[in-house]
Nanobody
Framework: QVELVESGGGLVQPGGSLRLSCAAPRFTFSTYTMNWYHEAPGKRREWVADIGVMGSTNYADSVKGRFTISRDNLENTVYLQMTSLKPADTGVYYC?????WGQGTQVTVSS
């Protein structure tokens, strides 16, 4: 069964950092653009960042300069380094690529 598995979420204080991971062990990872999405409580899921097969990146305005997306094609893993976290960053973060969604990982930014 092909799947994407996120990890790395947790509780962090405002201004803190987290690194999310999305592993795709049985997926032809290197041929797809990979994305991260954010679903805040009570809101719709929104796109956060993507990374192309050659490493080009794009970011939502709300995270530009704070978040960094990267990928390791040998490890079939995509990362989201999150810094200067704000309470508005709270929610579930999902990995998406090749038509597949992960199960999500919860991030809570609170003092």
């Amino acid at each position: 069964q092909v799947e994407l598995v996120e990890s790395g979420g947790g509780l962090v204080q405002p201004g803190g950092s987290l690194r999310l991971s999305c592993a795709a062990p049985r997926f032809t990872f290197s041929t797809y653009t990979m994305n991260w999405y954010h679903e805040a409580p009570g809101k719709r899921r929104e796109w956060v960042a993507d990374i192309g097969v050659m490493g080009s990146t794009n970011y939502a305005d709300s995270v530009k300069g704070r978040f960094t997306i990267s990928r390791d094609n040998l490890e079939n893993t995509v990362y989201l380094q999150m810094t200067s976290l704000k309470p508005a960053d709270t929610g579930v973060y999902y990995c998406f690529g090749g038509g597949l969604w992960g199960q999500g990982t919860q991030v809570t930014v609170s003092s």
